[in-house]
């Protein structure tokens, strides 16, 4: 899904609870889903989010089909 995307994109970021549990997902900009974010620590994100706070992902490296990014406060 992010294919044509680079080093320096900026990813939205919200919590998808369609699942059995709660995962963050990334959209781009026009609003197309890129997936989901798992690190250390994710959910303490969810609970910001879910308190009003806005995130956004910073694509960082990209590796073949692995795409890292820093998430921060908006």
């Known amino acids: 899904m992010l294919g044509g995307s ?8 919200s919590v998808d ?3 059995r549990s709660p995962v ?3 959209k781009t900009i026009a609003g197309i889903a890129a997936g989901s ?3 250390n620590g994710y959910l303490s994100i969810i609970k910001c989010i879910d308190s009003g706070a806005v995130f956004v992902a910073t694509i960082t490296n ?11 406060p908006q």
């Open 62 to 72: 990209i590796s073949g089909g692995v795409y890292q990014v820093t998430v921060d």
């Open 24 to 26: 963050l997902a990334v």
């Open 17 to 19: 609870r369609t699942g």
């Open 37 to 39: 974010l798992t690190f």
């Open 6 to 13: 680079k080093i320096g994109d900026i990813l939205s970021v």
